[in-house]
T-cell receptor
Framework: DAKTTQPPSMDCAEGRAANLPCNHS???????VYWYRQIHSQGPQYIIH???NNETNEMASLIITEDRKSSTLTLPHATLRDTAVYYC?????????????FGSGTRLLVRP | DGGITQSPKYLFRKEGQNVTLSCEQN?????MYWYRQDPGQGLRLIYY???????QKGDIAEGYSVSREKKESFPLTVTSAQKNPTAFYLC?????????????FGQGTRLTVV
């Protein structure tokens, strides 16, 4: 499985954009980038995923670099409820083993 | 509502006892997973199952056992052979669709062995 590297922690002010980076330099052409987040003592929650185009949904935006070796998750107007651990994961487009492998993630603290 | 349910939320057991954690999903998903999470750490895969009556070991399967007799259910047994069973256990399910294999997680079971 391709590996990802994320900073262990970040913080931002409430109402400002939170930009969370992820490096996945060994990603292969058939692998997607997924983002999940985990609020304290809860199960992880799916946020967004993409292959090579930028993606946006009601929660966040995902920008993947042209060489696909890194990506950035953006929460456009962070709230206190966005304080969580954010996980960046890569997995094959059609993964016959169905595995999701989590790293340590980035702990985002949104400050009042 | 469709979802994935883990029970109980908190579980206490004495050392040396086996304990079974429940995971049920009504999402009609083929694949189910069990993860373990220790304080301040990421999730580690224990077991996963792609279809009924089939399952594979993950990265830390020693001391655990599972069964998949029904599509909806994937119970995890923490045996007395697991040396450090106290942890937060998470169950997930997913189904493959071209271009998306989003996983849904339960709310977890916090197991404390005393």
């Amino acid at each position: 499985d391709a590996k990802t590297t994320q900073p262990p922690s970040m913080d931002c002010a409430e109402g400002r954009a939170a930009n969370l980076p992820c490096n996945h330099s060994t990603i292969s052409g058939n692998e997607y980038v997924y983002w999940y987040r985990q609020i304290h003592s809860q199960g992880p929650q799916y946020i967004i995923h993409g292959l090579k185009n930028n993606e946006t949904n009601e929660m966040a935006s995902l920008i993947i670099t042209e060489d696909r070796k890194s990506s950035t998750l953006t929460l456009p107007h962070a709230t206190l409820r966005d304080t969580a651990v954010y996980y960046c994961i890569v997995r094959p487009r059609m993964d016959s083993s169905y595995k999701l492998i989590f790293g340590s993630g980035t702990r985002l603290l949104v400050r009042p | 509502d469709g979802g994935i349910t883990q029970s109980p939320k908190y579980l206490f057991r004495k050392e040396g006892q086996n304990v079974t954690l429940s995971c049920e999903q009504n999402l009609n998903h083929d694949a189910m997973y069990w993860y373990r999470q220790d304080p301040g750490q990421g999730l580690r895969l224990i077991y996963y199952s792609q279809i009924v009556n089939d399952f594979q070991k993950g990265d830390i399967a020693e001391g655990y056992s599972v069964s998949r007799e029904k599509k909806e259910s994937f119970p995890l047994t923490v045996t007395s052979a697991q040396k450090n069973p106290t942890a937060f256990y998470l169950c997930a399910s997913s189904t493959p669709r071209l271009g998306n294999t989003e996983a849904f997680f339960g709310q977890g079971t916090r197991l404390t062995v005393v």
